[in-house]
């Protein structure tokens, strides 16, 4: 313990002591200084460093320069970089001290008064309030007369530059200049009114399901207009009818966005089947028509919802599911429980505030992969623990109310970092089960097998069961599971607990939970909170 301490003092005195020197080097040099320090010769530092330094007309080096057989006497030095003004001064050195130069470089700046006007015949009734971009360019205040609120003075560094000018309703231009040291530059700008055009138009989501919470039960239909307009949705079924028409009024602004939740014109929900999205715009200045369709279907199978993954395979506390995510949807989760739960590795059991962040995604439809990281306090130590896991849907309930999965885990901990929720360290197979039932009640089984450890060649036997019910606002569930181990002399353990997660109308989603555990003549029981995210 001393060793490691005496080490990590050693690194943290190396930092202190060589970063004010670095520093200094690199970038603390704020104006000119010249200081007589202990030594011998010359030390030159810039900001920026890179200058080439001319001494007595020689070139001698770029800065950080260290010259340490420099002779006694009067030395003129020229610092030179493109992009900067050359600095000339004088230094005398002397026999018995070393003098450190700090120089800033002064950049070579010009001055750009950049006008924007109206091209002769454009309407007067289009709003005109360009935007001046450079990102190389400091605005400041202009000493014109005759300014006015379309024209702005830069100060910009010297060389070739672009302006970028961007107004709503008009087309952009792109100017090169070129900024000339300590002089200004006027550029004159004309822009033309922009041709009408409906661009990056989108879906984020081109199937959807009503029934899913929020956002989740719709899709989010974004565009771009060139020029102020007006605009009509229209969205039509298979058949080519009307659904529902939406006025979206007069448009100001360049990129747009609105919602369909999947119902029609009078609020009730459509049946499943592929829909087409038709934006229509009309530009304020002509009676030019420009319309884009889009394509999306409801598919009510496709249901999006939280499940936690504490048994290593998501779904309930205790039980794995067969559903898995859309793909390109995911969830992440972190959450936090408190209590008294049975060791993993000795018998006895502890008190503790574990905590875990976990994630599941769906790279393909039917396919799930699923990470949870997982911290354990203790009072002696702190343990923890990763684990990760694959399923795979093989029946997913669309034919006949039955669902049926595989899944597969591996979980590596330190001492004691196991999730005190999960069958502990080792490699799972599960086969998860579950009866559909109304289409928001599952009832669910799942037989597993578990290896526990490098030492196990006997697998564990998991028996989970439990039932989930989901509503658009919240799901709840209940769910147990049995372990049998003939490895340990503890052979039995059961756990089983309760979950109610809220539903926003965001991605948002909280979970409340709680639940016991009976081990031998042993009992105890934990609840917990968590906060995640959906898409």
Known sequence: MNKKRFTLMFIILICLLTFPLEAREMGDIIGDSFEEIAGRGLEIRTRPAGVRVFINGVDSGITPLSLNNLSPGEYSILLNREGYRDKNFNVTLFNNSRLVASIEMEEERGFVLVSVHRADGSPESLPFNPQIISSAAEEVSSPSTEQTENTVLLNMPAGYRTIRVRAFGWEEVLVNVLVRDNEQTEVSILMNPAQFRLENVSLNRRRFNPNNTGSLGRTEIN?????????????????NQIVLERQLGSLENRRLSTTWDGRDSSGRILPEGNYSILIEA????????????????????????????ESNLSGLTFTPLPHTLPAGSFQFDAGLQIGTFPSLTQNEDFFTVPFNFSLRVSPLNKLELATIFNINPHSIQTGWGISGSVKYNFLDGAEFPLMLGAGLSYTWAGDEGENPLSPGRGIGLYLPLSLELINSLSLAFCPGLFWRGPEGLVPAILLSAGVLYRNNWFNTGFSFRYELDFLESTDSKFLAGAQFRLLGLSNLQFLLQGGIWLQSNRIGGYG???IGLIY
């Not at 565009?223 to 058949?239: D, Q």
């Open 223 to 239: 565009f771009e207009i060139t020029a102020p307009s007006s605009a009509t949705i229209k969205i039509f079924n298979s058949n």
């Open 528 to 530: 917990g909170i968590g």
């Open 282 to 309: 009309t530009p304020i200045e002509s009676s030019q028509l420009v319309s884009v369709r889009l394509e999306c279907r409801i598919d009510y199978s496709l249901n999006i919802f939280p499940l936690s993954l």
